[in-house]
């Protein structure tokens, strides 16, 4: 099992910048893929994008091409979601997850999740 902690999220203000982490501990080789999902307050959960085990390969959904971008940092097993340009339509509860599977998408597919990192962009 790979246990994994989000964090940095915060209240902003649109146009602002976050990075948030995604800390994996446990069996952390058993996770090929790890990912960002967000939920927003009574919507669904939202794959955003996701990395392979050792960074070579990533996605980001079309829609948030050039304003969020995913990285990692192996040697700290740490999992970033760079988000630039926050719009309030972005406010939502973000989770990273983890599955054994390369190139994951499907949220069924994943295994393992964070508690979540609140997001709220507001002026």
């Known amino acids: 099992q790979v246990h994994l902690v989000e964090s940095g999220g915060g209240l902003v203000q649109p146009g602002d910048s976050l990075r948030l982490s995604c800390a994996a501990s446990?069996?952390?080789?058993?996770?090929?893929?790890i990912a960002w999902f967000r939920q927003a307050h009574g919507k669904g959960r939202e794959f955003l994008g996701g990395?392979?085990?050792?960074?070579?390969?990533?996605n980001t959904v079309d829609s948030l091409k050039g304003r969020f971008a995913i990285s990692r940092d192996n040697a700290k097993n740490i999992v970033y979601l760079q988000m630039n340009n926050l719009q309030p339509e972005d406010t939502a509860l973000y989770y990273c997850?983890?599955?054994?599977?390369?190139?994951?998408?499907?949220?069924?597919?994943?295994?393992?999740w964070g508690q979540g990192t609140q997001v709220t962009v507001s002026s």
């Open positions: 446990g069996r952390t080789l058993s996770a090929n893929t």
């Open positions: 990395i392979n085990n050792d960074g070579t390969a990533r």
């Open positions: 997850a983890a599955a054994s599977r390369a190139g994951a998408i499907a949220e069924e597919l994943f295994s393992s």
